[in-house]
């Protein structure tokens, strides 16, 4: 009887410690993951450099539909003119600007560490008062960060302020729209936010996030790279295509050598210039060797920006093509141009030059992606070639 009360005792053991190690090792699993997902180093000079900021921009494309699209705002209202075709040409040209506007990127900087940073200390102020006094600069058309902003302790010390004082302060005085001053619930509460996540809410949580907190805080970088990498596990990047967050997750992705499966998913929608710009971002940041700037030029002259393209398509209501209006249509039918089968050719081998090197991942699903598009590509080269050939169309 002793013996069989021994034994069960260390089975109960044996469950009990069984039972906290299956419970701590999500939790490391976690803390690790979200460790991986830091950047090293500081990202802003490559975030900000103009060749980035070019990729991330085509990347994101400008699909007009998605950016003035309804939202869940106070005021949907729409207001109706009458214009002459010089005045509507000219307010589709502000439109580009203003959905521009909307798509700047929050920007990818490094997590700031408070530093203390002593003025002076006064010991004849010691115990003059037993509260810290905060001063701040409310100098009208100061940016937030150039303001002075100092306490003068207790004990007499007179300091700058430090960073969750400085934004509290900065609230205060300049309140920015949509910021509260208490956490809202879904940073504070995983279970909420993880719910936001499964009903893939990203977008809804990426700007609540923007606007909380600023993009130097750690809040802001652990939040946003549990988001890209629940996006990245649900494999629904669309849902941020045209939006201001998209390049910033492009970015994430290539800084931390994780691309497939958005190049799968832009290679599948038939994003190729998208597909080599993110290769050639993740060459950029990884300084590896191999010259991808000759494709891009190529790429670039065959195909407009998204600016442009955005644009072209507002004009396309207002004047008819006269000439070559039965190659427009076949261009408008098959989807795709003389230049866009040359710019998909040089674009199809860039892409499975990278399948074939070390940094591919993925290199199975993005060779069966690349071989159904390529079948696909050829059916509509053959069509749009029929088609201009049956009704007299010549090579242009």
């Known amino acids: 009887m002793l013996i069989l009360r021994q034994l069960r005792k260390l089975n109960a053991q044996q469950r009990l410690q069984l039972g906290v190690e299956q419970t701590r090792r999500p939790m490391a699993d976690a803390a690790q993951k979200n460790a991986s997902f830091q950047y090293d180093k500081d990202p802003q000079p490559l975030f900000t450099d103009a060749e980035t900021q070019r990729l991330l921009q085509s990347m994101t494309q400008l699909q007009l539909e998605k950016v003035f699209r309804k939202r869940t705002v106070p005021d949907n209202s729409t207001e109706t003119k009458f214009m002459t075709t010089a005045q509507l040409e000219k307010e589709f040209v502000q439109t580009i600007e203003k959905a521009k506007k909307l ?28 509260t810290k006094y905060v001063f701040t600069d409310i100098t009208f058309g100061l940016r937030n960060s150039e303001r002075k902003i100092v306490v003068r302790d207790a004990d007499g010390t007179l300091a700058y302020a430090p960073l969750e004082t400085r934004k509290r302060m900065n609230q205060l005085y300049f309140p920015l729209e949509g910021r509260r001053s208490y956490t809202p619930r879904m940073f504070t509460h995983d279970e909420l936010l993880q719910r936001c996540l499964d009903d893939h809410k990203y977008e809804f949580v990426l700007d609540r996030l923007t606007v909380q907190y600023e993009p130097y805080e750690a809040e802001f970088h652990n939040f946003s790279a549990k988001v890209f990498a629940h996006l990245n596990e649900s494999k629904e990047f669309d849902l941020l295509r045209s939006t201001r967050h998209f390049g910033p997750m492009a970015f994430f992705y290539a800084w931390h050598r994780c691309i497939d499966d958005l190049l799968y998913d832009m290679i599948r929608r038939d994003y190729l210039h998208n597909a080599v710009e993110l290769i050639a971002l993740s060459y950029k940041i990884h300084q590896v060797p191999m010259d991808y700037k000759p494709i891009l030029s190529q790429l670039e002259a065959l195909k407009p920006t998204p600016a442009q393209r955005a644009l072209a398509e507002l004009l396309s209501c207002l004047k008819k093509p006269a000439e070559n209006a039965i190659e427009h249509e076949i261009q408008t039918a098959i989807g795709k141009t003389e230049q866009d089968f040359a710019a998909d050719d040089l674009s199809l081998k860039f892409i499975e030059q990278y399948i074939g090197s070390k940094h591919a991942l993925k290199k199975v699903q993005l060779e069966l992606a690349v071989q159904t598009l390529k079948e696909v590509n050829l059916e509509k080269l053959q069509l749009y070639r029929g088609l201009k050939k049956a009704h007299g169309v010549q090579a242009s």
Do not use: C, G, N
Request: hydrophobic share 40%; glycine share 0%; aromatic share 4%.
């Open 103 to 130: 798509l700047q990127m929050p920007p990818v900087v490094q997590i700031k560490r408070d530093t203390e940073h002593i003025i002076s200390k006064d010991p004849a102020l010691k115990d003059f008062a037993d």
